[in-house]
């Protein structure tokens, strides 16, 4: 991950502009209070999954059961601080002139006022705290009068063009040396049927920039937002789900968009990206069944989830997810099934994942190793279990499932040591951690992707069993440890 830093000088009008919110991170939590995490945050395999998300509408008699997949966040990576690009060279006395950082100010003009001019210097930051050249931006805010609405013009030098976009509320594209990027702060609806056709809506007002600021550009040669019907899923691979749906549901709600490529392109012409498909169905007695499907997105296709009341799963190109409620009560997953069949042909209850409860004789040919009794004390509980993606299933993941191990010992008064072992099974299992060590934890990382936490504790608040009797568990559990004195 690259950081981005700015050097800012604004004039003009006060607009007002909202940024993004930041994303939310991941994370697990520590699983043990008070115990150490290795590294300071937990280090996880390199693979990229994503969870299904939220169904869109639900029955109006319940919510039905919930579900979904692992999500596995990257290990942690530096987040370093450099300095962006000197913008001085722009000021000349009382004035400012961005052609001394290489930008040759493109601003629209009819149908358009300018509110607000910032010039900045962003600079990339690498791992290793560099920052390379600075990258000279132009942002400026305008009001669009006819609509009432403000929009927001970024224009930055670039050697060449990624690909021309027309969005629902914006536009991306290259043109004579620069990058543009047009985003129009609210959304202007298409004019219905007698509405006052003399207020443009979001795509006209799209278009007009688009022409002023490059008048060469074909607007045929953008990949396009669409809005698609159920006639256009065959051409974006996915399935009809509607002859596979029971008898007495009717269709509720129905929406289809994708990022059509260009129409100019030789290459392909009918393919799409980012692509949403979501479809709802209800039968009369309040029963429902909702229906998503979506781009992976750079995320790695992950095994499927089958429970009743909800199913989800991915193929190479799409995400998918299957849900249903009758009354509060989940639908048996035999009903969703075929749902599912239609929608992916490739769909499979054999690469599923599956629960499996372990013995103690399995976890050697795992590689796991139960912890060793200290002298005197016993046994209270043990839990081996998992879900994994069983031997029969002809794919191959990266994510193929995950261990949950756990054993708990008694000292045969108030003393109490806890220890489990959590692996993510993958082809890039996170490094070996150093492990970290306290008065009442002891946790770690192998190179298996197994993470350890050992802990103790006194039933009575007394004192905790003694720290050489936690590292003599943590050692027997994993021979690779090694704790300095």
Known sequence: MNRLISTVLSLGAMAVLASPAPGQSGLPPVPVSGCGVATGQPVSPQIRLQSPRPRRARSSRGSGSSGGTVL???SP???????????GAAIRGDAIQPSQLGISMNLLKDGFQLNSLTIRSDAVCGPDGQAGPGVPVLETGW????????????QQPQAQGTGNRLDDGSASFWWQGFAYTVQLQLAVP?????ADTSTPDSRQILLQAIAELAPGLDPSCFAQRKTGTWSDLATLGIGDPRPAIPSGYTEAGFQLDFLAAPACSPDNPGTASEVSFFAFFQSPSGSSLGIEAWSLSGSSPYPGTVQDGFLAWSSDRYQFSVSGDSGGVPLPS???VPIAQRLDPTFSTSCTLQPVSLAPADLPGLGFHAPALPAGWTQMEVSLTGQIVPSSCARHFDFRGTYSLFWSFSNGTDLVISASALRIVSDHPGPRTEPVVSDQ???????LGTTFFVSGYSASGGSSPDQSTLIAVARSMDPGLTISP
């Open 441 to 447: 934890c002891i946790s770690w990382s192998d190179e």
């Open 334 to 336: 035999s009903v969703l």
């Open 190 to 194: 298409l004019q219905g049927k007698g």
């Open 72 to 74: 596995v966040p990257g």
């Open 143 to 154: 009001t669009v009068p006819s609509a009432g609405v403000p929009l927001l013009l970024s």
């Open 77 to 87: 990576v530096p987040w370093p601080v450099c300095a962006a690009g000197d913008i």
